[in-house]
Nanobody, 121 residues
Framework: QVQLVESGGGLVQPGGSLRLSCAAS????????MGWYRQAPGKEHELVAAITSGGSTNYADSVKGRFTISRGNVKNTVYLQMNSLKPEDTAVYYC???????????????WGQGTQVTVSS
């Protein structure tokens, strides 16, 4: 089994910062991509940021220059540093890994349970 556990969400004022963490556990052989998605009420699920095993990053236009995705020193961990938060960043944030398990020759998608981020004064 593979589990992704997120932490770090909460309530913050506009202009504030939060750091989300996601840690994966289980029989993981290789991770090709780690990322964060979000879904706000009434809106579609959208990619926020992603990082590949080679270190390449990709960001949604709406968060470029404000959010930073990085891999942690602890194996299989990814962070999302969110600065200059805006009310429109309010959403449930989900971490997402594309990984292969030991004994498998295919990569599959895994999701965390989601963590609420609310930006409000």
């Amino acid at each position: 089994q593979v589990q992704l556990v997120e932490s770090g969400g909460g309530l913050v004022q506009p202009g504030g910062s939060l750091r989300l963490s996601c840690a994966a556990s289980g029989t993981i052989f290789s991770i090709s991509v780690m990322g964060w998605y979000r879904q706000a009420p009434g809106k579609e699920h959208e990619l926020v940021a992603a990082i590949t095993s080679g270190g390449s990053t990709n960001y949604a236009d709406s968060v470029k220059g404000r959010f930073t995705i990085s891999r942690g020193n602890v194996k299989n961990t990814v962070y999302l540093q969110m600065n200059s938060l805006k009310p429109e960043d309010t959403a449930v944030y989900y971490c997402h890994y594309t990984l292969a398990r030991y004994g498998s020759d295919s990569y599959q998608d895994y999701w965390g349970q989601g963590t609420q981020v609310t930006v409000s004064s």
